[in-house]
């Protein structure tokens, strides 16, 4: 799959080409459903011929560029539930959750007002992209370095408590959010966000979030604004553009910058915690002397490099995702994820996908991989 992105007169647009090898085509019923009635928080389409796409919405930059940096509770929780929000109205259209991008790298979000926007592939039946949606959210878990607050242990909470469901509940996942900031459902179910390409103008759109984040409203009253302004647009049957944007499909020129795959390694630093300033452990890699920073509330360990924050590369006993080390607090736990090999500290066999606290001086073996915990 070839993905390239542009940005034009404050419209971002997403190409996107499937080897005709493969054997997939376009489905026209699926086209014409987001063209005619899109599902807010998807990108809509704008042209499509062979088995190359395109998407156009509000400019915005990658999730994954986003959670380079740190992020409060609201801002988190915000992104969460409207993925939730999201995979709920692609079930209720009958539509299967399959051919979503659920990945950092093809998300964008509009850094005024917080808004996600996701792309759908309308490709034919047997097509499904790489991931789904339980590994987008670990994925965001893993990616996201709290702020200075006073509650920073919000990442791991909500970590853990994944780990207490079966499968992906949209319905549980929304009860917790609820307990760590109601507004956020209220704002989001009211409002219903997204789709900000339902504004007739897109330099509009873009000048309107700009005015309303220079004058530094509320966030809801900055999307119900918005919202006073696109709902009458809602039922739209054509696709909008603007007087000067091209109609047909782009071509491959080097204006479009290619997605890179794989997530962001995070920058080093720390944060304010629950209780103090957080002093985040570092491991040691007995084999290789290597000094390993825990600098994330979450920091997971396994080979899988694409979905781990310490890659144990040359040791075919670690599992893909075999442990992760909780900081909360000023206090250190393992997370066993059940491994194939099993996790130990000082020879002691850990429970799979219970917390077990680990202390300084410690050994922390990873199958047959050892490293020495220092707080």
């Known amino acids: 799959m070839k993905i390239k992105t542009k940005i034009k007169d404050y419209v971002l647009t997403v190409r ?5 090898e493969f054997g997939y085509g376009l489905n026209q019923r699926e086209i014409e ?18 088995t190359i796409i395109e998407f156009t919405g509000t400019v915005g930059i990658a999730l994954s560029d986003r959670l380079r940096r740190p992020i409060n509770k609201y801002d988190f929780f915000f992104i969460i539930e409207q993925i939730v929000d999201a995979f709920q109205k692609l079930q209720a259209a009958g539509f299967g959750t399959g051919k979503v991008l659920w990945e950092q790298d093809n998300i964008f979000i509009n850094e005024s007002t917080k808004e ?9 039946d047997g097509f499904k992209t790489v991931g789904d949606v339980m590994q987008l959210i670990e994925s965001i878990i893993y990616s ?20 207490t469901l079966q499968g992906f509940d949209t319905e549980a996942i929304e009860e917790f959010i609820k307990t ?53 647009d809602d039922e739209a049957t054509g696709l909008l553009v603007d007087d000067n944007e091209a109609t047909g499909l782009l071509v491959d020129n080097d204006d479009y910058d290619s997605n890179a795959t794989g997530l962001l390694t995070e920058d080093d630093g720390t944060m304010l915690l629950k209780g103090g300033a957080a002093h985040y452990p570092t491991l040691q890699r007995t084999e290789t002397g290597e000094n390993i920073l825990v600098n994330k509330p979450v920091f997971r360990l396994g ?15 670690v599992s893909r995702s075999h442990a992760d080390i909780v900081t909360r607090g000023t206090r250190h736990y393992v997370i ?16 799979p996908q219970a917390e077990t606290e680990i202390f300084d001086g410690d050994c922390l073996v990873l199958a047959n991989e050892e490293f020495i915990f220092r707080e």
């Open 180 to 232: 760590e900031d109601r507004s956020i459902i209220n704002t989001i179910k009211a409002t219903q966000i997204g789709g900000g390409f339902n504004i007739d103008s897109r330099r509009e759109y873009h000048q309107q979030t700009e005015q309303k984040q220079n004058e530094q409203p509320t966030l809801v009253n900055k999307i119900s604004e918005l919202y006073e302004i696109s709902r009458d």
């Open 336 to 351: 066993d994820l059940n491994s194939k090999n099993k996790t130990y500290i000082n020879g002691v066999t850990l429970q």
């Open 116 to 124: 996600l926007q996701l792309i759908f592939l309308p490709y034919t």
């Open 16 to 20: 996107i080409k499937i080897p005709s």
């Open 144 to 163: 996201s370095k709290p702020t200075g607050e006073y509650d920073s242990d919000f990442v791991s909470r909500f970590a853990y408590y994944l780990r």
């Open 303 to 317: 080979k899988e490099r694409s979905y781990v924050d310490y890659f144990v590369a040359n040791n075919n006993s």
């Open 33 to 50: 459903y987001f063209t005619n009635k899109p599902i807010r928080t998807f990108m809509k389409p704008k042209g499509a011929r062979g």
